[in-house]
C-alpha cells in the first residue's frame, strides 16, 4: 500500500468561500482520485486528478466548482469553490499503485459549510 | 446506469459466529472487486480484492466471486466487536463503483 495523508483534516468555511485539500502520497502512483462520501452516503467519484493535464470528471461534477492540480506524480489538490452548505461532506483522495488495480484511501477531508 | 447493490443493514453477529455480507453488480464486463471496511469516522480501509471467480482466503476473510451471478460476498469468520463496521462492496469494469455498504454490529 501507501501512506497518503490530507491537509486539512477538517475545516468549518463560511458560505461563498473556497478550500483546498491537499493530498499527499510517500511514493509515485499513476492515479489518483477524488471522491465524496456525503453523511450516510456512500462514496462517489468527483474526478480523476491526471499528471500533467486537466482532471477528468464525473457526471455532476465541473472544472468551475471543483478545481483539481497534479503537479506531479505524489501530490494533488482538490478546490471546492463558492460552498454552500450541500458541499458539507467529506472528501477523499484516494490512489492506484503502478503495481495494481486496487485503490487506497487517503484519511479525508471533513467539510462542514455554515 | 451500472450499479453495485448492498444490503445496508445492520447486520447482527454474535462475537464468534460467521458474518456473511453480500454485493450485487450490474455491469457484467466488471473485472475488479473489492470490500473495503469503513469505521465512524473513519476513511475506507481496502480489506480484500478478488478478479478469479471462486474463494479468496486471507486470515478470517474469504471472498467469494461468481461472475456467472453477478455476485460476489464476504465472509467474516470469528467474528469480533472490533469487526463492527460499515463494509463498502466496490466493483470497477472502468470506474470503481461503490455499493452503499452493510453495516455490520458483532455483539459480545
Known amino acids: 500500500s501507501a501512506v497518503i495523508s490530507q491537509k486539512p483534516s477538517r475545516d468549518i468555511c463560511q458560505r461563498g468561500t473556497s478550500l483546498t485539500i491537499q493530498c499527499q502520497v510517500d511514493?509515485?502512483?499513476?492515479?489518483m482520485f477524488w471522491y465524496r462520501q456525503q453523511p450516510g452516503q456512500s462514496l462517489t467519484l468527483i474526478a480523476t486528478?491526471?499528471?500533467?493535464?486537466?482532471?477528468?470528471?464525473e457526471s455532476g461534477f465541473v472544472i468551475d466548482k471543483f478545481p483539481i492540480s497534479r503537479p506531479n506524480l505524489t501530490f494533488s489538490t482538490l478546490t471546492v469553490s463558492n460552498m454552500s452548505p450541500e458541499d458539507s461532506s467529506i472528501y477523499l483522495c484516494?490512489?492506484?499503485?503502478?503495481?495494481?488495480?486496487?485503490?487506497?484511501f487517503g484519511p479525508g477531508t471533513r467539510l462542514t459549510v455554515t | 446506469q451500472k450499479e453495485v447493490e448492498q444490503n445496508s443493514g445492520p447486520l447482527s453477529v454474535p462475537e464468534g459466529a460467521i458474518a456473511s455480507l453480500n454485493c450485487t453488480y450490474s455491469d457484467r464486463g466488471s473485472q475488479s472487486f473489492f470490500w473495503y471496511r469503513q469505521y465512524s469516522g473513519k476513511s475506507p480501509e481496502l480489506i480484500m480484492f478478488?478478479?478469479?471467480?471462486g474463494d479468496k482466503e486471507d486470515g478470517r476473510f474469504t471472498a467469494q466471486l461468481n461472475k456467472a451471478s453477478q455476485y460476489v460476498s464476504l465472509l467474516i469468520r470469528d467474528s469480533q466487536p472490533s469487526d463492527s463496521a460499515t463494509y463498502l462492496c466496490a466493483v470497477r469494469g472502468g470506474k470503481l463503483i461503490f455499493g452503499q455498504g452493510t453495516e455490520l454490529s458483532v455483539k459480545p
Open positions: 511514493s509515485q502512483v499513476t492515479m
Open positions: 486528478a491526471n499528471q500533467g493535464s486537466e482532471a477528468t470528471y
Open positions: 484516494s490512489v492506484e499503485l503502478p503495481q495494481g488495480n486496487e485503490q487506497y
Open positions: 478478488i478478479y478469479s471467480n
